[in-house]
């Protein structure tokens, strides 16, 4: 696990663009399994940026969404598939038929999960797997308590994460009570992972990511088992991390080793 602590959400999104652009130039038909939340929208803002120029040719990048509410149409302002076509793919010469969604109303919800997984092998697996944290650690909506193998499933949101969604409903009466997500053990069999958080409300999901157990009481700490994953945290959000100034000297002395 690799830990970059950066001054603000700006130089953020940056370092993970970067990153993502860095990959697509070694693998032009990249597999990008996609966040949604307030945390991505800078990365996305800059894909699209670079897609205008250019710089970045979405045309073979395949993209697989990380979770959805159930009980929400693809059409509804609420669901994560109208989220990324509002705040990246109607903007970039992506492909409708490589980009890949869990539905908010499925026929089967078991089919439709154990589909989704064999869609993801298919393709070979997803190259970057790009998440945001919840206050409570949770990746995708494994909520804490998910089994840290768990695979593509329905599951029950918590209050807290119901709260914190509120704002993007008119209420949090409104909020959906259960969801699909990626699963823990999906999640971990990305080539790569990148994990945004910016801000103090994220202090003790980070602090028990990167220095805490691994435990499914925090459902971010699993990252520490995948050889590939970067934490890009912002100065708030690092504060509680006891090795802070560990994690700089490492990251600006990366290109002496």
Known sequence: MDVIIKKNYEEICNEAV?????????KKNLVLGLATGRTPIGVYQRLIELNKKGEMDFSRIITFNLDEYLGLDESHPQSFACYMDKNLFQYVNIKRENI???KGKPEDIEKHCQEYEEKIRAVGGIDLQLLGVGRNGHIGFNEPGSSLSSRTRPKALTQSTVEANASLFKNKERVPRYCLTMGIGTILDAKQILLLASGKEKFYAIKGCVEGPITASVP????QLHPQAKIIVDEEAAWFLDRKDYYKWVYENRLKF
């Open 18 to 26: 970067r990153i993502i652009h860095e990959s697509w130039e070694k």
């Open 100 to 102: 890949f969604r869990l």
């Open 220 to 223: 971010a700490s699993a990252l």
